[in-house]
């Protein structure tokens, strides 16, 4: 049961997040967003680490630490906030679900992936572009996809690396570096460029960032992390099939957003792909902290 109520936590957390991103820009800039939010998950797994004595990560790992972090939960959640700016949450859950795709093409040099790897890429990247064609029920911004790929690129190339480095630290210290790294650039640089609030604090937009915090950047990853030690990687790695679709059926159920033929179509074949690509990797694909 704990592990199927951690598998539950991690699809519905990392499945809503694009909802909550979407509710929180009411209020809120895209840095200044990201920045507080990646600073109060750092406050709180501060304290998780010193209530449960972790292991401190080294001196000479901290910098590599904070590189990743600025990487994998700062630039990857920037990027994925700005492309929301354009793109409905249904379609920005559908093209972060990219990750998996980036993650085979960056090591390809390095491993060698079998032929349904590869099938689920091709049918990963025909997925993305039936989305793209233009229409008239649907249209697709060209900025919002750049800054989706932009977000899944970065997040990926740094948990390739993140995974050839190792540390011996706690997790809870890991993300405290991360998470307190990225919050720390990204609202300075909001600070400098006009504050953190692009208009008056509204309670949704409250309520919507300290779920982002509560849920998807501690509950989820807290989840996801007890789930990589009961099931096999081949078994839980389902989870980046099924949170695009809670990210569809979100933005259906409470922002009205369409969901027309062609989309539907879409989300089939990049799922497909993506199912294909990560129940064969050879370790789980941990998504952008969103």
Do not use: D
Not at 82 to 99: D, E, K
Not at 178 to 205: E, N, R, W
């Amino acid at each position: 049961m704990l592990a199927w109520a951690c598998f539950a936590a991690v699809v519905i957390g990392w499945g809503s997040s694009f909802l909550g991103i979407r509710l929180a820009l009411e209020s809120f800039t895209p840095f200044g967003l990201v920045g507080l939010r990646n600073l109060a998950a750092a406050a709180f797994m501060l304290a998780i680490a010193l209530l449960r004595n972790e292991a401190r990560p080294s001196r000479a790992e901290l910098p590599r630490l904070a590189f990743h972090g600025l990487l994998m939960v700062g630039a990857a959640n920037l990027f994925a906030t700005l492309g929301q700016r354009t793109l409905s949450t249904g379609v920005a859950g559908l093209l972060n679900a990219c990750i998996a795709l980036w993650i085979v093409l960056l090591s390809a040099a390095e491993e060698r992936h079998p032929r349904r790897v590869w099938i689920g890429v091709a049918l990963g990247l025909g997925g993305v572009a039936l989305l793209l064609l233009p229409g008239k029920a649907q249209h697709v911004s060209w900025a919002g996809f750049a800054c989706m790929m932009g977000s899944t690129f970065s997040f990926a190339w740094a948990a390739l690396r993140h995974r050839k480095q190792p540390v011996a630290a706690g997790l809870p210290w890991v993300l405290t570096v991360q998470m307190g790294a990225s919050g720390i650039a990204l609202t300075s640089v909001a600070l400098f460029t006009g504050g953190c609030f692009s208009a008056p604090l509204t309670a949704k937009a409250m309520g919507a960032i300290a779920y982002l915090v509560a849920v998807p950047s501690l509950v989820a990853y807290g989840a996801f992390a007890i789930l990589s030690r009961l099931w096999s990687p081949g078994r839980f790695g389902i989870y980046a099939v099924l949170t695009p679709v809670v990210a569809v059926l979100l933005g259906l159920a409470f922002l009205r957003e369409t969901l027309t033929l062609r989309m539907a179509v879409a989300m089939v074949v990049i799922l497909m792909g993506v199912a294909l690509v990560q129940l064969r990797l050879s370790a789980p694909v941990v998504p952008e902290e969103v």
